[in-house]
T-cell receptor, first 116, second 116 residues
């Protein structure tokens, strides 16, 4: 089954404790991205990657890092989490950039992160 | 990307067709209309997209007006599981281009409530 898998689904952590949210897709997609969703602000893109070793900033990259060492994986790293990073996070993948034929995005089930 | 306008919420009786409108009066010739939905805090799910012609798949139909300034998503036989927020997104049909944030712009969408 084609899917985007995120782990963990829920995470509570303390300020400053480094954490990684993993994302894996099994569709051989080139394009992967991370979003955060906050009430009243909708979904906002954090980082995206157009292929292995190619990453770029989205709308809200501050406080986050990503890496793309393999095509299928795109982990989101919070080196020093702060309470304002409490949010619902989604990983997405698509065949190419999300525009045009065949480039619809597939989203993971989300990771609800709470930083206290 | 062109801006879209959708009603905040709509109700529909179970078993009836749900018709969700979207205005995109500033759409340009190379922009597609995409529809996604998000069922309560789950990852957004792709539904359908189109450029000029009406489109149909196993989930829904998309009707785009001749001037392309508006469109309607039709769920032919709505079920309770179709209760969700539906997002209409207009997106340039590009494969790769350089620079800048690249994410899908999710507005507030339409909260569709299917009534039993």
């Amino acid at each position: 089954e084609a899917q985007v898998t995120q782990n963990p689904r829920y995470l509570i952590t303390v300020t400053g404790k480094k954490l990684t949210v993993t994302c894996s897709q099994n569709m051989n997609h080139e394009y992967m991205s991370w979003y955060r969703q906050d009430p009243g602000l909708g979904l906002r893109q954090i980082y995206y990657s157009m292929n292995v070793e190619v990453t770029d900033k989205g709308d809200v990259p501050e406080g986050y890092k990503v890496s793309r060492k393999e095509k299928r994986n795109f982990p989101l790293i919070l080196e020093s989490p702060s309470p304002n990073q409490t949010s619902l996070y989604f990983c997405a993948s698509s065949l190419g950039r999300t525009g045009g034929l065949g480039t619809e995005a597939f989203f993971g089930q989300g990771t609800r992160l709470t930083v206290v | 990307d062109a801006k879209t306008t959708q009603p905040t919420s709509m109700d529909c009786a179970e078993g009836r067709a749900a018709n969700l409108p979207c205005n995109h009066s500033t759409i340009s010739g190379n922009e597609y209309v995409y529809w996604y939905r998000q069922i309560h805090s789950q990852g957004p799910q792709y539904i359908i997209h189109g450029l000029k012609n009406n489109e149909t798949n196993e989930m829904a139909s998309l009707i785009i007006t001749e001037d392309r300034k508006s469109s309607t998503l039709i769920l032919p036989h709505a079920t309770l599981r179709d209760t969700a927020v539906y997002y209409c997104i207009v997106r340039v049909a590009i494969w790769y281009s350089g620079g800048g944030a690249d994410g899908l712009t999710f507005g507030k969408g339409t909260h569709l409530i299917i009534q039993p």
